[in-house]
């Protein structure tokens, strides 16, 4: 990972300010306040998502990790869904439990290991071949991989760590903005309370957006 | 039937909206005070009500107001929670779902529509409590567009006459817009000045002009200074997650506070499940619905379906009889059918400069050239292009969709959000039979077959959307984006599946909203629609209800109700 683009901004810093109301306080205490042993997967299921979450939003850099297999597990163990289900797919947490399943049978097939005792490498290269379809096993059934893919393991992965304050902080979003919301709209331009962006052709600008970001209330 | 129906499931975090109904005991909701109420007139299930309204959206919404200050009585149902957006709505993507109607469907067909926050709403208000808040109106050739343009069907309204409701409608929600609209006959000014434009709004309209088309500030539901009870709008940004501030003028902050002074029982968290007809006359004699753990009945002279164009058809199927095997109001065949939604396709790209696009309401410039021009094109129907202003769920959700990023390259991609713009389109989609909403074997939480949604896109609808992404492409490379890329496959609102009509072969309903069949029963909302234009449909769903509200009081005074 590059470094940190916002040094020192944390969305976090502006929970007891202007930017948050009380319905997103309680919303994000009760996100950030999450459960590590699964409910909804079972002990081998729950190594092998860790294992793809750790693949599909690699976590290297000096933020606060995002348990992204806890959130998942409690989104599922929730039962909110996503109001639809596409003809080619089993409902979603069929979808996971089968999908989870073939990716280690796959991986038996393949290397005669569990998805989660590969080697990275092998990893990504397993995980390119479902994304073009080209993964075989009985285990998927009538489940296309390459709609489990796109429709489940990249959509849900990704929805989890961009819901995390963390990821906010990571991209210099200005995250819960109500009452006050925003003043400046125009280029270049930024409210106190938004993040500082580092430069990385001005070396000095990454201080500066530290000093900025500290103060962001 | 059901031991646990939830309005949604899931874990909210926020309020008691979705647990049991709030809409009780004489009062309702007074949504711009924390903990407020209202009083509410109410009525009894076997006090047959002159109209039951099956949701409260665009279209139920905006009819049970004006019909309850006509002075009939109304009773309207939603299966969706009554918000207070002061107290129940957080800043937040993922809880925001709440606002979703989240209950199950199936989707198929060549193209899938993706269900969910772009085409649904499950609340008091229906999707405008979370919708984009543009208000357009149809170029007034749309309204014949097969006589006119020769493609698609006529409607059976006049522009002129619309023309008139859509200033009416641009009143009550006293749209902020600009002096003057670039294209279209004249109209009049806008009720409020146009919303400051934001960087991602200023890319629109440099690559507009570097192209030599017109370019304006979209005309928005949110207000650029006090209005009533309204603050002004905070450019906070989330206004597709609901509008925490009620700058917003949607159906709940708008229709339903009018509905509730003018007599109108608005009845949340209630679900309809049938409608009933007399097997003898054949006319409707009120709605059963779910509400508070049990099955209710409520009589009326009229029953209204406003449930948008997946809701509405499903309804319609689901209450067959004997008397009526396919469907109500369905002797056309045309109940489910022609399913129209928008071409959603996009351009983005990055900027050197900081743009920051998740600050103001998401689209505050639009170009409609493509509308409104018929040269140089090789296919059917308009479209028009607005800026973006994507949360980070939604915007990772494009890169994850639209490119299969995943991995590193994709936290890498991430950290550009800043300096990302966009251009998104709004594309009329032809109607066309094979697209439809039927009812599917398995049973949602109450018990009630789902619908099954099922699309494929036309070589019309493929040529429109290549010719689109390649002007938008255009654009946004002249604005000086680079690292360009096309989101190829995205749609947004519904239409359709009732569609308005000069006669009761080729429609299910007339032009003042009336099915064929059924004299007393209704349809008003974007399911009346017999093609869909290349703009937001809110604004149109909203002008049709007033205009069904006024031909209601005339039947009415005639003695032809």
């Known amino acids: 990972m590059t470094e940190d683009r916002y040094p020192g901004y944390d969305v976090l810093s502006k929970q007891a300010g202007l930017s948050w109301n009380e319905a997103t306080r309680r919303t994000i205490e009760q996100r950030l306040d999450i459960r590590q042993e699964p409910q909804f997967f079972d002990a081998g ?15 290297t850099g000096q933020r606060p990790t995002v348990p992204l297999a806890a959130m998942l597990d409690a989104r599922l163990t929730s039962g909110r869904t996503d109001g639809f289900r596409r003809a080619k797919l089993p409902e979603q947490g069929e979808a996971w439990r089968r999908g989870l399943g073939a990716l280690d049978a796959e991986s038996q097939r393949l290397h005669s290991r569990r998805f989660h005792e590969l080697s990275v490498a092998q990893q990504d290269a397993l995980l390119l ?12 059934g009538d489940m296309a991989p390459a709609e489990f893919f796109s429709h489940r393991v990249l959509l849900d992965i990704a929805a989890a760590y961009y819901s995390h304050p963390s990821s906010w902080s990571e991209v210099g979003f200005g995250g819960p903005a109500s009452p006050r919301g925003y003043v400046r709209m125009e280029f270049d331009r930024r409210d106190p309370w938004e993040a500082a962006e580092a430069l990385e052709a001005d070396p000095d600008s990454a201080l500066r957006a530290e000093r900025e970001n500290r103060r962001v209330r | 039937m059901c031991a646990d129906v939830r309005a949604n499931a899931g874990d909210y975090a926020v309020g008691d909206a979705l647990d049991r109904p709030r809409a009780t005991g004489g009062r309702a909701p007074d949504v711009f005070r924390v903990g407020g109420w209202v009083p509410m007139r109410e009525f009894r299930d076997d006090e047959a009500v002159d109209f039951v309204i099956v949701g409260t959206g665009a279209g139920g919404g905006t009819l049970a107001c004006r019909l309850a200050e006509m002075g009939f009585s109304v009773v309207a149902l939603d299966a969706g929670p009554y918000f207070r957006p002061l107290e129940d709505f957080a800043s937040d993507e993922t809880e925001q779902t709440k606002l979703y109607w989240l209950d199950h469907r199936i989707t198929d067909g060549a193209n899938p529509i993706t269900m969910g926050g772009k085409n649904s709403g499950k609340a008091v208000g229906g999707s405008t409590v979370h919708f984009a808040m543009v208000s357009l109106r149809f170029r007034p050739e749309w309204f014949r567009s097969r006589s006119a343009l020769g493609y698609g069907v006529d409607w059976p309204l006049d522009w002129r006459e619309m023309w008139k409701y859509y200033a009416a409608a641009e009143r009550a929600l006293s749209i902020s817009g600009p002096l003057t609209y670039p294209w279209g006959p004249k109209r009049p000014r806008y009720p409020y000045r146009a919303h400051e434009l934001n960087a991602a709004a200023r890319v629109l309209a440099l690559g507009a002009e570097r192209q030599g088309y017109r370019w304006t500030e979209t005309p928005l539901a949110t207000v650029s200074a006090p209005h009533g009870r309204s603050p002004p709008c905070v450019y906070r940004g989330f206004c597709r997650f609901g509008c925490a501030t009620n700058a917003k003028q949607s159906a709940l902050t708008v229709w339903m506070p009018r509905a509730l002074a003018a007599g109108a029982e608005i009845r949340d968290l209630a ?11 054949g006319l409707a004699t009120g709605v059963h619905y779910y509400r508070d753990g049990e099955w209710r009945f409520q009589r009326a002279r009229n029953v209204v379906v406003a449930g948008y164009a997946v809701e509405t ?70 479209y028009c292009w607005m800026a973006q202003g994507p949360l980070p769920i939604e915007w990772v959700t494009v890169q994850t969709g639209a490119r299969g990023l995943w991995g590193e390259r994709l936290r890498e991609e991430m950290t550009h959000y800043n300096h990302q713009v966009g251009l998104k389109m709004v594309g009329e989609m032809l109607p066309d039979e094979r697209n439809t909403v039927t009812l599917a074997d398995e049973v949602d939480q109450y018990g009630l077959k789902v619908a099954r949604v099922t699309y494929s896109w036309s070589d019309n609808d493929k040529r429109l959307i290549q010719h689109a ?93």
């Open chain 1, 45 to 59: 299921q729950w190594q092998t998502l860790g294992a793809l979450c750790d693949r599909i939003v690699p976590q």
């Open chain 1, 129 to 140: 071949a479902v994304q073009r379809g080209d993964a075989t096993c009985e285990a998927w």
């Open chain 2, 271 to 281: 679900m309809a499940g049938r409608i009933e007809t007399d097997p003898s006359t």
């Open chain 2, 313 to 382: 058809p499903r309804l319609l199927l689901a209450s067959q009889t004997s008397r009526f095997p396919d469907g109500l109001a369905n002797r056309s065949g045309l109940v489910g059918r022609n399913l129209m939604t928008q071409s959603n396709q996009a351009v983005f790209g990055r900027m050197e400069q900081e743009v920051r696009w998740y600050k103001g309401p998401p689209s505050l410039t639009i170009s409609e050239h493509w509308n409104y021009e018929d040269r140089n094109k090789d296919f059917f129907g308009g």
């Open chain 2, 469 to 561: 992404l390649d002007q938008m492409h255009e654009s946004l490379s002249l604005a000086g984006a680079t690292h360009l890329f096309r989101q190829e496959d995205d749609t947004n609102h519904l239409a359709g599946t009732a569609r308005m009509g000069f006669d009761a072969d080729h429609s299910v309903v007339d032009a003042d909203c009336r099915s064929w069949d059924i004299r007393n029963l209704w349809v008003c909302d974007g399911s009346v629609f017999p093609t869909t234009g290349g703009v937001n449909p809110s604004l149109t769903i909203q002008a049709i209800a007033l205009r069904t509200a006024d031909r209601i009081r005339d039947l009415a005074a005639r003695g032809e109700l």
